[in-house]
């Protein structure tokens, strides 16, 4: 190659962005860049919520542990209504219900609740599945797509030089990278959500057993200062 061709090839690819890919991309393949960004968006939204919102979860499960091992009663959270549904249980017990049967209750009407707050959490993940699942296919369906629209470049215009195919196949592997620039943080989303959401429960449930053992028992929590 001529050192000219070369050092301007070289120049050209230096300065080349993210922009003009999208901008002079075939439809099909822009609708599909656009599509995996939005998907991208969402994803990272959901994320960060779930973030939030499993932090005040870590925080509960605490304090639903404290309090069952003695301490005091939160004034709000998960802890309270998990009380509240166990006070509200147990007025409809039966007369000559045994203490176990009424432990029994009182579990019951805690982890429907605590599985109802966990429920709440769950929002969101199977989109978070859906594009972690997905994202590469739609990004290899803009790769493919891309190619095609490069060798139709090809035959219309009777050259196979680089110039001709570069920009297409350029395309095409920038919607792959955007597939999986929205697929890989999904991915890691939802199986690190899932696995503290299933934590959370197994630790409130062993928490719940004792506190209704409390409960039963006449040793009901004292309400903590207002927090």
């Known amino acids: 190659m001529d050192p000219q061709a070369a050092a301007a090839a070289v120049d050209q690819a230096g300065h080349m962005s993210i922009m003009p890919l999208i901008m002079n991309a075939d439809p099909v393949v822009k609708a599909v ?112 797509w891309g190619i095609m629209h490069s060798f139709t470049a090809i035959a219309h215009q009777k050259d196979t030089s680089l110039a001709v195919v570069a920009p297409g196949i350029a395309e095409a592997l920038f919607a792959t990278a955007l597939g999986l620039a929205a697929a890989i943080p999904a991915v890691i989303a939802f199986n690190a959500v899932s696995v503290a959401l299933g934590r959370a429960s197994n630790r409130g449930t062993t928490a719940i057993a004792s506190l209704a053992k409390r409960f039963v028992n006449g040793d009901r929590p004292r309400l903590a200062a207002a927090e």
């Open 33 to 144: 860049m656009i599509g995996l960004a939005v998907a991208s968006v969402a994803c990272w939204a959901i994320i960060l919520e779930k973030i939030i919102r499993l932090l005040r979860l870590s925080s509960d499960v605490r304090k639903l542990e404290a309090t069952a091992k003695g301490g005091a009663l939160p004034s709000r959270g998960l802890v309270r209504k998990l009380l509240s549904s166990a006070e509200e249980e147990q007025t409809h017990g039966t007369p000559g219900e045994s203490r176990t049967e009424t432990r029994g209750r009182l579990e019951r009407a805690m982890r429907t609740t605590m599985r109802s707050e966990l429920h709440r959490l769950e929002v969101g993940l199977p989109f978070l599945a859906t594009i972690g699942s997905a994202g590469p296919f739609i990004g290899l369906f803009g790769t493919v």
